[in-house]
Protein backbone atom coordinates (compact mmCIF):
# COMPACT_ATOMS: atom_id res chain seq x y z
CA UNK A 1 0.00 0.00 0.00
CA UNK A 2 1.27 4.07 -0.61
CA UNK A 3 1.07 6.14 2.15
CA UNK A 4 3.15 9.11 1.52
CA UNK A 5 1.17 12.41 3.06
CA UNK A 6 0.93 13.71 6.28
CA UNK A 7 -1.73 15.01 8.07
CA UNK A 8 -3.71 17.97 6.36
CA UNK A 9 -3.31 21.50 8.48
CA UNK A 10 -6.78 21.72 9.22
CA UNK A 11 -6.75 18.70 11.27
CA UNK A 12 -7.67 19.19 14.81
CA UNK A 13 -5.85 16.90 15.92
CA UNK A 14 -3.00 18.72 14.71
CA UNK A 15 -3.40 21.43 17.52
CA UNK A 16 -2.97 20.77 21.07
CA UNK A 17 -5.13 23.41 22.37
CA UNK A 18 -8.12 21.93 21.20
CA UNK A 19 -7.85 19.27 24.25
CA UNK A 20 -10.30 16.54 24.46
CA UNK A 21 -12.81 16.79 21.63
CA UNK A 22 -16.66 16.12 22.16
CA UNK A 23 -18.01 12.89 23.50
CA UNK A 24 -13.86 11.83 22.93
CA UNK A 25 -12.81 8.77 25.00
CA UNK A 26 -9.19 9.41 25.30
CA UNK A 27 -6.88 12.49 24.86
CA UNK A 28 -5.76 12.25 21.71
CA UNK A 29 -1.61 11.68 20.84
CA UNK A 30 -0.45 14.24 18.86
CA UNK A 31 1.02 12.85 15.59
CA UNK A 32 0.89 15.19 12.62
CA UNK A 33 3.57 12.79 11.58
CA UNK A 34 1.36 9.61 10.91
CA UNK A 35 0.93 9.29 6.93
CA UNK A 36 -2.14 8.63 4.93
CA UNK A 37 -3.31 7.35 1.95
CA UNK A 38 -2.51 9.19 -0.87
CA UNK A 39 -5.62 8.71 -2.68
CA UNK A 40 -8.60 7.59 -0.42
CA UNK A 41 -9.77 5.02 -3.40
CA UNK A 42 -6.60 3.33 -2.36
CA UNK A 43 -7.86 2.43 1.29
CA UNK A 44 -11.29 1.05 -0.28
CA UNK A 45 -9.75 -0.73 -2.67
CA UNK A 46 -7.40 -2.22 0.20
CA UNK A 47 -10.07 -3.09 2.38
CA UNK A 48 -11.83 -4.71 -0.50
CA UNK A 49 -8.77 -7.13 -1.15
CA UNK A 50 -8.57 -7.96 2.72
CA UNK A 51 -12.35 -8.36 3.06
CA UNK A 52 -12.55 -10.62 -0.58
CA UNK A 53 -10.75 -14.03 -0.20
CA UNK A 54 -10.70 -17.64 0.21
CA UNK A 55 -13.86 -17.53 1.87
CA UNK A 56 -16.09 -16.23 -0.53
CA UNK A 57 -14.85 -18.72 -3.00
CA UNK A 58 -15.69 -21.94 -1.02
CA UNK A 59 -17.04 -21.07 2.27
CA UNK A 60 -20.14 -19.23 1.16
CA UNK A 61 -21.24 -21.58 -1.54
CA UNK A 62 -20.27 -24.70 1.00
CA UNK A 63 -22.42 -23.11 3.56
CA UNK A 64 -25.05 -22.13 1.18
CA UNK A 65 -25.39 -25.44 -0.25
CA UNK A 66 -25.11 -27.72 3.28
CA UNK A 67 -28.07 -24.95 3.99
CA UNK A 68 -30.41 -26.16 1.34
CA UNK A 69 -29.76 -24.09 -1.09
CA UNK A 70 -31.25 -20.84 -1.76
CA UNK A 71 -32.51 -20.52 1.55
CA UNK A 72 -29.22 -19.49 2.93
CA UNK A 73 -29.47 -16.10 0.95
CA UNK A 74 -32.65 -14.87 3.10
CA UNK A 75 -30.30 -15.14 6.56
CA UNK A 76 -27.12 -13.83 4.74
CA UNK A 77 -28.49 -11.10 3.05
CA UNK A 78 -30.54 -10.24 6.48
CA UNK A 79 -27.30 -10.96 8.75
CA UNK A 80 -25.15 -8.28 5.92
CA UNK A 81 -27.79 -5.81 6.71
CA UNK A 82 -27.95 -5.72 10.71
CA UNK A 83 -24.37 -7.47 11.99
CA UNK A 84 -22.04 -7.13 8.94
CA UNK A 85 -22.00 -3.04 7.85
CA UNK A 86 -22.88 -1.82 11.17
CA UNK A 87 -19.81 -3.42 12.95
CA UNK A 88 -17.43 -2.81 10.07
CA UNK A 89 -18.48 0.81 10.28
CA UNK A 90 -17.63 0.46 14.11
CA UNK A 91 -14.07 -0.54 13.50
CA UNK A 92 -13.41 1.87 10.68
CA UNK A 93 -14.66 5.06 12.96
CA UNK A 94 -12.36 3.23 15.37
CA UNK A 95 -9.46 2.95 13.59
CA UNK A 96 -10.18 6.59 11.71
CA UNK A 97 -10.47 8.40 15.34
CA UNK A 98 -7.97 7.06 16.99
CA UNK A 99 -5.41 7.13 14.45
CA UNK A 100 -4.03 3.91 15.61
CA UNK A 101 -4.23 -0.43 15.18
CA UNK A 102 -6.41 -1.98 16.76
CA UNK A 103 -4.04 -2.90 20.01
CA UNK A 104 -3.98 1.31 20.66
CA UNK A 105 -6.81 2.03 19.76
CA UNK A 106 -9.05 -0.41 21.83
CA UNK A 107 -6.67 0.07 24.52
CA UNK A 108 -7.33 3.84 24.73
CA UNK A 109 -11.23 3.51 23.89
CA UNK A 110 -11.72 0.70 26.94
CA UNK A 111 -8.69 0.07 28.69
CA UNK A 112 -10.07 -2.84 30.57
CA UNK A 113 -10.41 -4.56 27.66
CA UNK A 114 -7.36 -3.96 26.11
CA UNK A 115 -6.58 -7.05 25.79
CA UNK A 116 -8.98 -7.33 22.75
CA UNK A 117 -6.24 -5.72 20.53
CA UNK A 118 -3.38 -7.65 21.32
CA UNK A 119 -5.82 -10.33 20.78
CA UNK A 120 -6.54 -9.12 17.28
CA UNK A 121 -2.92 -9.22 16.24
CA UNK A 122 -1.96 -12.28 17.98
CA UNK A 123 -4.25 -13.89 15.66
CA UNK A 124 -3.60 -12.35 12.70
CA UNK A 125 -0.32 -14.00 13.23
CA UNK A 126 -0.65 -16.75 13.70
CA UNK A 127 -3.25 -17.28 10.37
CA UNK A 128 -0.31 -15.14 8.70
CA UNK A 129 2.28 -18.60 9.59
CA UNK A 130 -0.10 -21.22 8.05
CA UNK A 131 -2.18 -18.63 5.49
CA UNK A 132 0.79 -18.56 3.23
CA UNK A 133 0.83 -22.08 3.30
CA UNK A 134 -2.50 -21.72 1.10
CA UNK A 135 -0.96 -19.48 -1.03
CA UNK A 136 2.15 -21.80 -1.51
CA UNK A 137 0.27 -24.54 -2.69
CA UNK A 138 -1.39 -22.41 -4.99
CA UNK A 139 1.59 -21.34 -6.89
CA UNK A 140 2.59 -25.26 -7.10
CA UNK A 141 -0.32 -26.62 -8.51
CA UNK A 142 -0.41 -23.29 -10.37
CA UNK A 143 2.61 -24.34 -12.37
CA UNK A 144 1.15 -27.82 -11.88
CA UNK A 145 -1.69 -26.99 -14.60
CA UNK A 146 0.95 -25.93 -17.41
CA UNK A 147 0.44 -29.34 -19.12
CA UNK A 148 -2.25 -31.54 -20.63
CA UNK A 149 -3.35 -33.35 -19.64
CA UNK A 150 -3.73 -32.33 -16.14
CA UNK A 151 -2.09 -34.29 -13.66
CA UNK A 152 -5.16 -35.18 -11.50
CA UNK A 153 -7.29 -36.11 -14.90
CA UNK A 154 -5.89 -39.54 -14.06
CA UNK A 155 -4.82 -41.84 -11.09
CA UNK A 156 -1.19 -42.71 -12.43
CA UNK A 157 0.70 -40.46 -10.21
CA UNK A 158 3.31 -41.44 -7.50
CA UNK A 159 0.73 -39.90 -4.74
CA UNK A 160 -2.27 -41.84 -6.00
CA UNK A 161 -3.87 -44.17 -3.10
CA UNK A 162 -5.33 -47.64 -4.27
CA UNK A 163 -9.04 -46.46 -4.48
CA UNK A 164 -8.29 -43.71 -6.87
CA UNK A 165 -10.97 -43.01 -9.62
CA UNK A 166 -11.11 -40.93 -12.33
CA UNK A 167 -14.65 -39.62 -11.62
CA UNK A 168 -16.31 -39.94 -8.26
CA UNK A 169 -18.51 -41.70 -7.21
CA UNK A 170 -20.58 -40.37 -4.37
CA UNK A 171 -21.85 -44.57 -3.44
CA UNK A 172 -18.69 -45.78 -2.91
CA UNK A 173 -15.63 -45.30 -0.70
CA UNK A 174 -13.43 -44.10 -3.78
CA UNK A 175 -10.41 -41.14 -3.35
CA UNK A 176 -10.77 -38.86 -6.44
CA UNK A 177 -7.26 -38.36 -7.89
CA UNK A 178 -7.26 -34.28 -7.30
CA UNK A 179 -7.86 -34.85 -3.23
CA UNK A 180 -4.07 -33.65 -3.19
CA UNK A 181 -4.52 -30.45 -5.26
CA UNK A 182 -5.15 -27.13 -3.22
CA UNK A 183 -4.79 -23.50 -4.52
CA UNK A 184 -6.04 -19.90 -3.82
CA UNK A 185 -7.58 -17.28 -5.95
CA UNK A 186 -7.84 -13.64 -8.14
CA UNK A 187 -10.68 -11.25 -9.39
CA UNK A 188 -13.96 -10.68 -11.00
CA UNK A 189 -12.87 -10.99 -14.73
CA UNK A 190 -11.71 -14.71 -14.00
CA UNK A 191 -15.41 -15.38 -11.90
CA UNK A 192 -17.22 -13.92 -15.09
CA UNK A 193 -15.07 -15.83 -17.47
CA UNK A 194 -15.40 -19.29 -15.64
CA UNK A 195 -19.22 -18.35 -15.03
CA UNK A 196 -19.82 -18.09 -18.89
CA UNK A 197 -18.18 -21.35 -19.52
CA UNK A 198 -19.73 -22.61 -16.99
CA UNK A 199 -23.71 -21.94 -17.87
CA UNK A 200 -23.10 -23.29 -21.62
CA UNK A 201 -22.29 -26.83 -19.80
CA UNK A 202 -25.00 -29.80 -19.97
CA UNK A 203 -26.76 -29.59 -15.91
CA UNK A 204 -25.59 -25.97 -15.42
CA UNK A 205 -29.08 -24.78 -14.68
CA UNK A 206 -30.22 -27.07 -12.51
CA UNK A 207 -27.42 -26.26 -10.08
CA UNK A 208 -28.07 -22.49 -10.25
CA UNK A 209 -31.66 -23.58 -10.15
CA UNK A 210 -30.47 -25.37 -6.31
CA UNK A 211 -28.68 -21.75 -5.25
CA UNK A 212 -31.47 -19.23 -6.21
CA UNK A 213 -34.82 -21.29 -5.39
CA UNK A 214 -35.29 -21.48 -1.80
CA UNK A 215 -35.92 -24.52 0.86
CA UNK A 216 -38.29 -22.60 2.94
CA UNK A 217 -38.45 -25.40 5.46
CA UNK A 218 -34.64 -24.70 6.23
CA UNK A 219 -35.43 -21.58 7.53
CA UNK A 220 -37.08 -22.86 10.45
CA UNK A 221 -33.10 -24.26 11.25
CA UNK A 222 -31.57 -22.33 13.97
CA UNK A 223 -28.00 -23.37 12.35
CA UNK A 224 -28.74 -21.70 8.93
CA UNK A 225 -28.88 -18.53 10.90
CA UNK A 226 -26.28 -18.71 12.68
CA UNK A 227 -23.87 -20.06 10.03
CA UNK A 228 -25.21 -17.17 8.03
CA UNK A 229 -23.96 -14.62 10.53
CA UNK A 230 -20.71 -16.45 11.04
CA UNK A 231 -20.14 -16.29 7.40
CA UNK A 232 -21.07 -12.51 7.12
CA UNK A 233 -18.55 -12.26 10.49
CA UNK A 234 -15.72 -14.29 8.92
CA UNK A 235 -16.01 -13.14 5.60
CA UNK A 236 -15.60 -9.07 6.14
CA UNK A 237 -12.64 -9.75 8.59
CA UNK A 238 -14.75 -7.94 11.74
CA UNK A 239 -12.31 -9.05 15.03
CA UNK A 240 -9.00 -9.62 12.91
CA UNK A 241 -7.64 -5.96 13.20
CA UNK A 242 -6.69 -5.34 9.52
CA UNK A 243 -9.37 -2.68 8.59
CA UNK A 244 -8.94 -1.38 11.74
CA UNK A 245 -5.32 -0.99 10.93
CA UNK A 246 -6.07 0.40 7.63
CA UNK A 247 -8.38 2.87 8.78
CA UNK A 248 -5.87 4.47 10.77
CA UNK A 249 -4.47 6.07 8.10
CA UNK A 250 -7.29 7.69 6.79
CA UNK A 251 -8.52 11.65 6.79
CA UNK A 252 -9.67 12.75 10.01
CA UNK A 253 -12.73 13.96 7.81
CA UNK A 254 -12.95 10.91 5.75
CA UNK A 255 -16.60 9.74 4.88
CA UNK A 256 -16.20 6.63 6.65
CA UNK A 257 -19.74 5.08 5.65
CA UNK A 258 -18.53 5.31 1.34
CA UNK A 259 -16.30 2.87 2.53
CA UNK A 260 -18.00 0.42 5.04
CA UNK A 261 -20.63 0.55 2.24
CA UNK A 262 -18.16 -0.35 -0.92
CA UNK A 263 -15.83 -2.93 0.98
CA UNK A 264 -18.78 -4.83 2.65
CA UNK A 265 -21.69 -4.93 -0.57
CA UNK A 266 -18.72 -5.81 -3.13
CA UNK A 267 -17.81 -8.54 -0.67
CA UNK A 268 -21.62 -10.18 -0.40
CA UNK A 269 -21.78 -9.38 -4.30
CA UNK A 270 -18.16 -11.45 -4.83
CA UNK A 271 -19.50 -14.10 -2.53
CA UNK A 272 -22.95 -14.58 -4.89
CA UNK A 273 -20.89 -14.25 -7.68
CA UNK A 274 -18.78 -17.26 -6.56
CA UNK A 275 -21.79 -18.99 -5.76
CA UNK A 276 -23.61 -18.70 -8.79
CA UNK A 277 -19.76 -20.02 -10.97
CA UNK A 278 -19.73 -22.73 -7.98
CA UNK A 279 -23.62 -23.83 -8.01
CA UNK A 280 -23.48 -24.07 -12.43
CA UNK A 281 -20.50 -26.39 -11.84
CA UNK A 282 -22.52 -28.29 -9.42
CA UNK A 283 -24.78 -29.00 -12.13
CA UNK A 284 -22.42 -30.08 -14.41
CA UNK A 285 -21.08 -32.66 -11.97
CA UNK A 286 -24.34 -33.61 -11.33
CA UNK A 287 -25.27 -34.23 -14.86
CA UNK A 288 -21.65 -36.36 -15.50
CA UNK A 289 -22.75 -38.58 -12.39
CA UNK A 290 -26.56 -38.61 -13.27
CA UNK A 291 -27.18 -37.49 -9.63
CA UNK A 292 -29.24 -34.72 -8.18
CA UNK A 293 -27.46 -31.63 -6.61
CA UNK A 294 -28.24 -32.45 -3.57
CA UNK A 295 -26.49 -35.97 -3.04
CA UNK A 296 -23.29 -34.31 -4.42
CA UNK A 297 -20.48 -35.34 -1.61
CA UNK A 298 -18.93 -31.86 -1.23
CA UNK A 299 -17.25 -30.99 2.26
CA UNK A 300 -15.50 -27.89 3.09
CA UNK A 301 -12.53 -26.94 1.03
CA UNK A 302 -13.24 -29.95 -0.95
CA UNK A 303 -16.06 -27.57 -2.76
CA UNK A 304 -12.73 -25.79 -4.34
CA UNK A 305 -9.95 -28.41 -4.41
CA UNK A 306 -11.93 -31.50 -5.19
CA UNK A 307 -15.36 -30.76 -7.01
CA UNK A 308 -14.17 -27.44 -9.06
CA UNK A 309 -11.04 -29.42 -10.61
CA UNK A 310 -12.78 -32.44 -11.56
CA UNK A 311 -15.08 -30.16 -13.60
CA UNK A 312 -11.89 -29.10 -15.43
CA UNK A 313 -10.66 -32.25 -16.56
CA UNK A 314 -13.81 -32.72 -18.89
CA UNK A 315 -13.27 -28.86 -20.13
CA UNK A 316 -12.54 -27.92 -23.50
CA UNK A 317 -8.98 -26.77 -23.18
CA UNK A 318 -8.71 -27.75 -19.53
CA UNK A 319 -5.39 -26.27 -18.79
CA UNK A 320 -6.26 -23.00 -19.47
CA UNK A 321 -9.51 -22.88 -17.07
CA UNK A 322 -7.40 -24.96 -14.17
CA UNK A 323 -4.36 -21.60 -14.53
CA UNK A 324 -6.97 -19.02 -14.40
CA UNK A 325 -9.06 -20.61 -11.49
CA UNK A 326 -5.73 -21.21 -9.46
CA UNK A 327 -4.61 -17.78 -10.51
CA UNK A 328 -7.74 -15.72 -9.22
CA UNK A 329 -7.64 -18.32 -5.81
CA UNK A 330 -3.64 -17.09 -5.54
CA UNK A 331 -4.26 -13.38 -6.24
CA UNK A 332 -6.78 -13.40 -3.25
CA UNK A 333 -4.99 -14.99 -1.14
CA UNK A 334 -2.13 -12.30 -1.20
CA UNK A 335 -4.53 -9.39 -0.63
CA UNK A 336 -5.50 -11.05 2.73
CA UNK A 337 -1.78 -12.07 3.79
CA UNK A 338 -1.03 -8.51 2.94
CA UNK A 339 -3.60 -6.95 5.45
CA UNK A 340 -2.75 -9.78 8.10
CA UNK A 341 0.91 -8.88 7.74
CA UNK A 342 -0.07 -5.24 7.88
CA UNK A 343 -2.08 -5.57 11.37
CA UNK A 344 1.02 -6.83 12.89
CA UNK A 345 3.82 -4.11 11.29
CA UNK A 346 1.14 -1.30 12.15
CA UNK A 347 0.64 -2.21 16.08
CA UNK A 348 4.47 -2.76 16.21
CA UNK A 349 5.20 0.87 14.92
CA UNK A 350 2.44 2.42 17.33
CA UNK A 351 4.00 1.10 20.32
CA UNK A 352 7.82 0.62 19.12
CA UNK A 353 8.06 2.75 16.19
CA UNK A 354 11.14 4.91 17.28
CA UNK A 355 13.60 2.26 18.40
CA UNK A 356 12.45 0.12 15.50
CA UNK A 357 13.04 2.68 13.03
CA UNK A 358 16.44 3.16 14.71
CA UNK A 359 17.54 -0.44 14.40
CA UNK A 360 15.88 -1.23 10.91
CA UNK A 361 15.87 2.34 9.04
CA UNK A 362 12.84 1.55 6.90
CA UNK A 363 9.29 0.38 7.52
CA UNK A 364 10.02 -2.34 4.86
CA UNK A 365 12.33 -4.14 6.75
CA UNK A 366 10.25 -4.57 9.69
CA UNK A 367 7.48 -6.23 7.36
CA UNK A 368 10.37 -8.24 5.47
CA UNK A 369 11.08 -9.31 9.42
CA UNK A 370 7.57 -9.96 10.58
CA UNK A 371 7.33 -12.41 7.00
CA UNK A 372 10.26 -13.97 7.97
CA UNK A 373 9.06 -15.18 10.89
CA UNK A 374 5.59 -15.91 9.72
CA UNK A 375 7.84 -18.07 7.34
CA UNK A 376 10.07 -19.94 9.63
CA UNK A 377 6.71 -20.73 11.93
CA UNK A 378 5.10 -21.90 8.60
CA UNK A 379 8.11 -24.48 8.09
CA UNK A 380 6.20 -27.76 9.47
CA UNK A 381 3.05 -26.85 7.88
CA UNK A 382 5.61 -28.37 4.63
CA UNK A 383 6.54 -31.66 6.72
CA UNK A 384 5.12 -34.97 5.67
CA UNK A 385 2.62 -34.34 8.96
CA UNK A 386 1.63 -30.91 7.23
CA UNK A 387 -1.86 -31.10 6.43
CA UNK A 388 -2.60 -32.36 9.86
CA UNK A 389 -0.38 -29.60 11.34
CA UNK A 390 -2.36 -26.96 9.21
CA UNK A 391 -5.57 -28.43 9.89
CA UNK A 392 -5.41 -28.18 14.03
CA UNK A 393 -4.41 -24.79 13.47
CA UNK A 394 -6.94 -23.29 11.43
CA UNK A 395 -9.61 -25.36 13.67
CA UNK A 396 -8.81 -23.55 16.78
CA UNK A 397 -7.36 -20.39 15.32
CA UNK A 398 -10.38 -19.50 12.95
CA UNK A 399 -13.09 -21.03 14.40
CA UNK A 400 -12.55 -21.35 18.05
CA UNK A 401 -10.21 -17.89 19.04
CA UNK A 402 -12.45 -15.56 16.46
CA UNK A 403 -15.58 -16.56 17.96
CA UNK A 404 -14.38 -15.50 21.31
CA UNK A 405 -12.30 -12.82 20.31
CA UNK A 406 -15.05 -10.96 18.05
CA UNK A 407 -17.40 -11.39 21.49
CA UNK A 408 -15.21 -9.20 23.33
CA UNK A 409 -14.52 -6.55 20.86
CA UNK A 410 -18.62 -5.84 20.36
CA UNK A 411 -18.52 -5.99 23.90
CA UNK A 412 -15.67 -3.49 24.06
CA UNK A 413 -16.87 -0.80 21.95
CA UNK A 414 -20.53 -1.07 21.60
CA UNK A 415 -20.75 -1.92 25.19
CA UNK A 416 -18.18 -0.27 27.55
CA UNK A 417 -16.65 2.77 25.05
CA UNK A 418 -20.41 3.28 24.55
CA UNK A 419 -22.18 4.21 21.48
CA UNK A 420 -23.06 7.49 22.60
CA UNK A 421 -18.87 8.16 22.75
CA UNK A 422 -18.83 6.27 18.64
CA UNK A 423 -21.81 8.64 18.01
CA UNK A 424 -19.97 11.98 19.04
CA UNK A 425 -16.32 10.38 17.84
CA UNK A 426 -18.18 10.79 13.83
CA UNK A 427 -19.66 13.86 14.41
CA UNK A 428 -15.66 15.38 14.99
CA UNK A 429 -14.90 13.89 11.65
CA UNK A 430 -17.69 14.48 9.42
CA UNK A 431 -20.17 17.04 10.83
CA UNK A 432 -23.07 14.16 11.36
CA UNK A 433 -23.79 11.63 14.20
CA UNK A 434 -24.80 7.86 12.97
CA UNK A 435 -28.92 7.81 11.89
CA UNK A 436 -30.74 5.54 14.15
CA UNK A 437 -30.74 2.33 12.75
CA UNK A 438 -26.81 1.77 13.18
CA UNK A 439 -27.27 3.30 16.67
CA UNK A 440 -29.81 0.67 17.27
CA UNK A 441 -27.54 -2.57 15.64
CA UNK A 442 -24.52 -1.03 17.57
CA UNK A 443 -26.87 -1.64 21.36
CA UNK A 444 -28.96 -4.27 20.44
CA UNK A 445 -28.47 -6.68 17.67
CA UNK A 446 -25.23 -7.62 16.82
CA UNK A 447 -24.59 -7.85 20.99
CA UNK A 448 -27.17 -10.47 20.56
CA UNK A 449 -26.50 -11.56 17.87
CA UNK A 450 -22.54 -12.30 18.27
CA UNK A 451 -23.67 -13.39 21.54
CA UNK A 452 -26.00 -16.37 20.17
CA UNK A 453 -23.28 -17.25 17.66
CA UNK A 454 -20.69 -17.58 20.42
CA UNK A 455 -23.04 -19.84 22.59
CA UNK A 456 -24.06 -21.87 19.93
CA UNK A 457 -19.89 -22.30 18.74
CA UNK A 458 -19.79 -23.74 22.35
CA UNK A 459 -22.37 -25.87 22.14
CA UNK A 460 -21.69 -27.05 19.12
CA UNK A 461 -18.00 -27.83 19.60
CA UNK A 462 -16.54 -30.48 17.88
CA UNK A 463 -12.77 -31.85 18.05
CA UNK A 464 -10.82 -30.87 15.42
CA UNK A 465 -10.28 -33.60 12.33
CA UNK A 466 -9.00 -34.42 9.17
CA UNK A 467 -11.31 -36.89 6.91
CA UNK A 468 -11.69 -39.86 9.03
CA UNK A 469 -9.11 -39.00 11.47
CA UNK A 470 -10.37 -37.77 14.79
CA UNK A 471 -6.90 -36.27 16.29
CA UNK A 472 -5.71 -37.41 19.84
CA UNK A 473 -6.25 -35.58 23.28
CA UNK A 474 -2.91 -34.51 23.36
CA UNK A 475 -3.02 -32.88 19.73
CA UNK A 476 -6.43 -31.16 20.89
CA UNK A 477 -4.82 -30.49 23.97
CA UNK A 478 -1.97 -28.61 21.15
CA UNK A 479 -4.84 -27.18 19.83
CA UNK A 480 -6.23 -24.96 22.81
CA UNK A 481 -2.71 -23.73 23.45
CA UNK A 482 -2.70 -22.64 19.86
CA UNK A 483 -6.62 -20.55 20.91
CA UNK A 484 -5.32 -19.55 23.94
CA UNK A 485 -1.90 -17.72 22.23
CA UNK A 486 -4.67 -15.11 21.29
CA UNK A 487 -7.56 -15.33 23.78
CA UNK A 488 -4.66 -15.06 27.37
CA UNK A 489 -4.54 -11.41 26.05
CA UNK A 490 -7.62 -10.50 26.91
CA UNK A 491 -8.38 -11.60 30.67
CA UNK A 492 -4.54 -10.52 31.28
CA UNK A 493 -5.34 -6.57 29.68
CA UNK A 494 -7.97 -6.62 32.04
CA UNK A 495 -5.97 -7.67 35.53
CA UNK A 496 -3.53 -5.48 34.44
CA UNK A 497 -5.90 -2.85 34.15
CA UNK A 498 -7.56 -3.47 37.39
CA UNK A 499 -3.82 -3.96 38.78
CA UNK A 500 -2.56 -0.48 38.02
CA UNK A 501 -5.36 1.80 38.62
CA UNK A 502 -6.44 2.84 41.99
CA UNK A 503 -8.94 2.05 44.23
CA UNK A 504 -10.90 -0.92 44.93
CA UNK A 505 -11.69 -3.76 42.30
CA UNK A 506 -15.54 -2.34 43.07
CA UNK A 507 -14.42 1.45 42.46
CA UNK A 508 -12.27 0.46 39.38
CA UNK A 509 -15.18 -1.39 37.87
CA UNK A 510 -17.28 1.75 38.47
CA UNK A 511 -14.44 4.90 37.17
CA UNK A 512 -12.81 3.25 34.76
CA UNK A 513 -14.58 4.61 31.72
CA UNK A 514 -14.23 7.89 32.80
CA UNK A 515 -10.34 7.58 33.53
CA UNK A 516 -10.10 6.30 30.35
CA UNK A 517 -10.24 9.98 29.09
CA UNK A 518 -6.05 10.33 30.55
CA UNK A 519 -4.97 6.80 29.65
Not at 131 to 139: A, E, P, Q, R, S
Not at 151 to 160: I, L, Y
Not at 244 to 265: G, P
Request: proline share 6%.
Amino acid sequence: MVIRNKLPTNDPRNDPSNGPFEGQACKMDQEPGRPTWNRQIEFTLAGIGCAVGLGNIWRFPYLCYRSGGGAFLVPYLLMLLVMGIPLLYMELILGQYMRRGPVHALAKACPLLKGVGLATVAISFIMCTYYNIIITWGLYYLFSSFQSPLPWQSCNNTWNTPNCTNHINPNTSSHSSTVVYFTALFPYVILLALLINNVQLPGAMEGIRFFIVPNWEKLLELEVWVNAAAQIFNSIGIGFGSLMAMSSYNNFNNNILKDTLAISITNSLTSILAGFVIFSAFGYMSHLQNIPVSELAVDGPGLVFVVYPQAFATMPVAPLWAILFFFMLLCLGLDSQFAMVEVMATSLMDGFGGPLMKFLRHKEMLVLAVCSTAFLLGIPHVMQVGIYVFQLMDHYTAIVSLMFLAFFEVLAICGLYGVRRLSANLKEMTGNRPNIFFRVCWMFVAPLLITIILVFTIIQFKPARYEDYVYPPWAQGIGWVIAMASIIWIPLGALHTLWVLPGSFTEVLYYYQSLSLYL
